[in-house]
């Protein structure tokens, strides 16, 4: 009797609540990035700065299972952070926004194949007003373990969504090896009503770094401008288009660019809403089965 009266009240609380489940699939490769395998300094070795071409990919589940209560996963690729695996809870109570959640390492060391750690985000949102969010997230442990954070402050105008966001990602390779990205950057949304497709630029800042206990330091910077078109094929299918390119590039101390060598960063994906009604969850025909 208990068990038939908590799921006919769960029905009655979810029914009609018609929501969308979005699967986000992203793959790219570029080549502004030390190569991670490296244990002397670029600077030590007389070397130039060539880049070190990488792919990277991030897969993204985002469902909303109430009005308030959600979760993301995300598998995600990085030429920094390396490979990493997160699940968030989150809560939306109007204007304010919570998610936190595991956050693991995976498969980025043969001794240990998975680290864990977690992952959290605060934010306080006036939808049409502006919007900031917090993000910070991070493993735990000695061998290796990874650090990330991200500030985002954003405004609304007409046909535009401005986006001022910073952030820092580190990566210790036990205490020998520490890499390092600091990134500060605009992003314009640019958007119109009744027109298929989104543009959004994005330029700024970034400093990556790859220290060694023994040898000093690399350091690379950049000024860099991206660009990126979601174009809705369907309702509910949109196609990802990017592309970043880093147009003034210099190093610290005697590190330099290589000559006749040029960056990039170029990514495509899509993105997959699966509309859904919360009363499917539990067929009412199979209410009354034990």
Not at 27 to 40: H, K, L, P, Q, R
Not at 89 to 109: E, H, Q, R
Request: charged share 20%; hydrophobic share 40%; with cysteine.
């Amino acid at each position: 009797m208990g068990k038939k009266t908590f799921l006919l009240g769960l029905a009655v609380l979810l029914a009609g609540k018609l929501f969308a489940m979005d699967l986000t699939v992203i793959a790219g490769a570029g080549n502004f990035s030390f190569d991670t395998s490296s244990e002397t300094s670029l600077n030590q070795n007389g070397e130039e700065f060539k880049g070190h071409f990488f792919p990277f990919g991030k897969l993204n589940i985002k469902d909303q299972l109430t009005d308030t209560f959600g979760y993301t996963a995300t598998m995600e690729r990085d030429p920094l952070l390396r490979n990493t695996l997160s699940c968030e809870m989150t809560i939306d109570a109007g204007f304010l926004k919570l998610s936190v959640g595991p956050l693991f390492g995976m498969f980025n060391s043969w001794d240990t194949l998975i680290r864990p750690g977690v992952s959290t985000s605060l934010g306080l949102e006036f939808p049409g007003i502006f919007f900031l969010n917090l993000r910070g997230g991070a493993t735990f442990g000695s061998e290796y373990s990874l650090e990330t954070s991200c500030i985002s402050l954003g405004f609304w105008l007409p046909n535009l969504l401005s986006t001022i966001n910073l952030n820092a990602n580190k990566y210790n390779d036990g205490p020998l090896i520490q890499d390092e990205l600091l990134r500060a950057s605009y992003r314009a949304d640019i958007h119109a009503k009744n027109v298929p497709y989104t543009v959004s630029i994005e330029m700024g800042y970034q400093a990556l770094t790859r220290g060694y206990s023994s040898s000093g330091e690399d350091i690379i910077r950049a000024v860099f401008l991206g660009f990126e078109t979601d174009i809705n094929i369907k309702p509910n299918f949109t196609l990802i288009l990017g592309s970043e390119i880093p147009v003034f590039v210099w190093g610290k101390d005697d590190l330099k660019k290589a000559k006749n060598h040029w960056f990039f960063q170029a990514f495509a994906g899509f993105k997959w809403s699966l509309e859904k009604r919360t009363d499917d969850f539990i067929p009412l025909e199979n209410m009354g089965e034990e």
